[in-house]
């Protein structure tokens, strides 16, 4: 089935750097997606979305740009700081469904690991 | 304001058992939602609840089953446990709505079958 993957496990980056996070997706009836971020021994929490009829979108020192044609979503993150260390996993899915859980399908993850 | 808890944190259980998991929502929030998140699978919805009645469904078979109380909280079992439940259980509130850039998640309670 279709499914939405991450390129890379782990991701190691210099503090003060700027981090890139990319995603794949190949359902091409997906059309809202979202990025996730995931602390040691806590739940995810909710960092930015995008809708298709979007190619970037900027929040708080962070940026997701979406690339219809190749299928791929990546996550920026400016100036990262030690508190960016995480597992940060993207979601798709179809707005037809409403943009709720049951239409979601979910990334397993990159880990930021952040150098001082 | 306390965010979502959930109980106990830390669970092992033997292949066969049954496991009740328990979840309590934000003070005010009335929708509760149920994930699995395993190395290999990710995150993968359960099902969601709302004011006492499930409203959705993820693909997940019968052995699965969850409820939710007056009060919001919520508890989700799982019967005959298999070595392949051993999981992530993450619950998640909101205030009522359905989409999930507006749930709040709790820690989650780590399930080991033996």
């Known amino acids: 089935g279709e499914s939405v993957g991450l390129h890379l496990p782990t991701l190691s980056v210099q503090e003060g750097d700027n981090s890139i996070i990319n995603c794949a997706y190949s359902?091409?009836?997906?059309?809202?997606f979202i990025w996730y971020k995931q602390e040691s021994g806590k739940g995810p929490q909710f960092i930015i979305d995008i809708r298709s009829n979007m190619d970037k979108r900027q929040g708080q020192r962070v940026t997701v740009l979406l690339n219809k044609t190749v299928k791929h979503l990546s996550l920026q993150i400016a100036a990262t700081q030690p508190g960016d260390s995480a597992v940060y996993f993207c979601a798709e899915t179809p707005m037809y469904s409403g943009g709720g859980a049951d239409g979601l399908t979910f990334g397993k993850g990159t880990h930021l690991i952040i150098q001082p | 304001k306390a965010g979502v808890t959930q109980t106990p944190r830390y669970l092992i259980k033997t292949r066969g058992q049954q496991v009740t998991l328990s979840c309590s929502p934000i003070s005010g929030h009335r929708s509760v939602s149920w994930y699995q998140q395993t190395p290999g699978q990710g995150l993968q919805f359960l099902f969601e609840?709302?004011?006492?009645?499930?409203?959705n469904k993820g693909n997940f078979p019968g052995r699965f089953s969850g409820r939710q109380f007056s009060n919001s909280r919520s508890e989700m079992n799982v019967s005959t446990l298999e070595l392949g439940d051993s999981a992530l259980y993450l619950c998640?509130?909101?205030?009522?709505?359905?989409?999930?850039?507006?749930?709040?998640f709790g820690p989650g309670t780590r399930l080991t079958v033996t």
């Open positions: 998640a509130s909101s205030w009522g709505g359905y989409r999930v850039r507006e749930q709040y």
């Open positions: 359902n091409s009836a997906s059309d809202y």
């Open positions: 609840y709302f004011s006492e009645t499930q409203r």
